[in-house]
């Protein structure tokens, strides 16, 4: 099966750049969506086809995608960016969707 | 505005059953894929089950195959999930999401808060 692999934790200070990575062997020939979740809140879309920011969502979030890895970044990082971050592709191989383990990230 | 609202979790005993359900309002529910995600409490996202627009095309993942059914009701723009056979580690948070599209491919655009499956004896 498909495995998207991210750092368990990230951590930076306010105002700096958070970087979350998913990496898989050649995630960069499909589209990778990203999902924020805050303690108690429903999860949130932040960045769709690598790249695309739903409405509402800061330009602080950014995305790329290439090779084995995608990228998530958080420019500016504010105290409430603190979240989890899961990225999700859908696996044509197999026909299922796949969620990575999930990047807890801490603005400190 | 976009609602969903999950419905159905309880306590279960291994081997049981039981059925979730989710209302939503707010869009166009049959031009839609609408998915299954759950989270084991402290864990990360694992998705369960999708079912297509018109509900003619669903998938599932190995570890419920066979014991979860997922299905929709147009008319009522509601989704379900069956679970038969529960298992301790099925116990999750059961999130409905909405999907961009409605074939299955696509990012999901709206959450539920999630209903507390626990299968426990």
């Known amino acids: 099966s498909y495995v998207l692999t991210q750092p368990a934790s990230v951590s930076v200070g306010p105002g700096q750049t958070a970087t979350i990575t998913c990496g898989a062997d050649n995630i960069g020939s499909t589209s990778v969506h990203w999902y924020q979740q805050r303690p108690g809140q429903a999860l949130v879309l932040v960045l769709h086809d690598d790249t695309v920011r739903p409405s509402g969502i800061p330009e602080r979030f950014s995305g790329s995608n290439s090779g084995n890895t995608a990228t998530l970044t958080i420019s500016r990082a504010e105290a409430g960016d603190e979240a989890d971050y899961y990225c999700h592709v859908w696996d044509s191989r197999s026909n299922l969707v796949v969620f990575g383990g999930g990047t807890t990230l801490t603005v400190l | 505005e976009v609602h969903l609202v999950e419905s159905g979790g309880a306590v279960v005993q291994p081997g049981g059953s039981l059925s979730l359900s989710c209302a939503t309002s707010g869009f166009t529910f049959d031009s839609h894929a609408m998915h299954w995600v759950r989270q084991a409490p402290g864990k990360g996202l694992e998705w369960v089950s999708l079912?297509?627009?018109?509900?003619?095309?669903?998938y599932y993942a190995d570890s419920v195959k066979g014991r979860f059914t997922i299905s929709r009701d147009n008319s009522k723009a509601s989704l379900f999930l069956q679970m038969k056979s529960l298992r301790t580690e099925d116990t999750a948070f059961y999130y409905c999401a909405k999907e961009v599209g409605g074939s299955g491919t696509q990012p999901l655009d709206f959450w539920g808060r999630g209903t507390l499956v626990t299968v426990s004896s």
């Open positions: 079912i297509s627009w018109d509900g003619t095309s669903s």
